[in-house]
């Protein structure tokens, strides 16, 4: 007792504490305790042959979760359909080299977030984070603002009230339900209490943009869904949002507690690096302002 106390750092009372506790939720005496120097008895013997393996396999799993090492894990990601249409091919190219599989699911933030509490996700990429409870941790990727387009063939409105007037006579494209890009474009109008006359949902933001551009439309939205639909971009305009109103939309890599946290990390390292790397160049390249919409959040 007295070398083991040594070895572990503790006192000889409490290494005999700690057997006669296990002793107790075995139910079995694992030593002759009456016998100098102690024995093992038979259970004594069998608990330490099989235990060998599984303290061995225990150590090896800390030293790999310790080491960042996430070529033995298969990671489920979900993916938010804006990453997607955006830096999501960037993100999985990356995330293929780090982890021994990958899998990956590609639904509207709300299935999504069910989809992570039921344990079938371990990391979601989503824009809003519906998850408040303290099990989840949440990781902010970055920010846009989010911006009014409209067609060149109408007027951009510069004031509130000129919004207001725009919204009584063109088309406002707004995305289908079940978006919530599109509740948030809604609580937009409420706010500013704009109704326009009528609406016209598109189910992706290309389509949203074409509309927008064909159809003598207008439209709020961020900059990577201007940029889904970037080849209608010499048919419209953008600004921001009238009356110095600023509404942002934040990016976020979800995961429940019991997910290793080097995982969440590399998810989260390789979405900032995506969007920093590869889609804010995009944007700059449209424009300068949309550039300065956009926001990587914290370090990497």
């Not at 961020?222 to 209608?232: A, D, S, V």
Request: with cysteine; charged share 20%.
């Amino acid at each position: 007792l007295k070398k083991a106390a040594q070895r572990l750092g503790l006192t000889s009372s409490a290494v005999s504490q700690a057997l006669s506790k296990l002793e107790a939720q075995l139910g079995a005496e694992l030593f002759e305790h009456d016998a100098r120097p102690m024995k093992l008895t038979a259970a004594g013997l069998r608990l330490l042959e099989e235990s060998r393996p599984l303290v061995a396999a225990a150590q090896q799993l800390a030293a790999q979760v310790s080491s960042r090492s996430l070529k033995e894990f298969t990671l489920r990601l979900g993916i938010g359909e804006t990453a997607t249409a955006t830096i999501g091919p960037w993100l999985v190219s990356d995330l293929m080299s780090q982890v021994r599989r990958l899998e990956t699911q590609t639904l509207l933030t709300k299935p999504l977030t069910e989809q992570l509490r039921t344990g079938s996700l371990d990391v979601i990429i989503s824009p809003d984070p519906l998850l408040s409870e303290d099990r989840w941790t949440h990781c902010g990727l970055y920010d846009e603002d989010f911006l009014l387009v409209a067609s060149r063939a109408i007027p951009l409105p510069q004031a509130p009230d000129e919004l207001r007037l725009a919204g009584m006579k063109h088309p406002f494209i707004t995305y289908a339900d079940g978006s919530s890009d599109e509740l948030v474009m809604s609580r937009i109008l409420r706010s500013m209490n704009i109704h326009p006359f009528r609406r016209v949902a598109a189910s992706a933001s290309c389509m949203l943009m074409g509309l927008v551009a064909q159809c003598q439309g207008w439209t709020i939205i961020p900059p990577t869904n201007l940029w889904c639909g970037r080849q209608f971009l010499k048919d419209v305009r953008f600004c921001p949002l009238p009356g110095g109103r600023r509404v942002t939309r934040t990016m976020w890599a979800v995961s429940g507690r019991q997910v290793p946290a080097e995982m969440s990390e590399v998810v989260a390292e390789a979405a900032k690096a995506a969007f920093e790397n590869r889609m804010m160049p995009e944007l700059k390249g449209i424009s300068s302002s949309l550039g300065r919409s956009c926001r990587l959040l914290g370090g990497r």
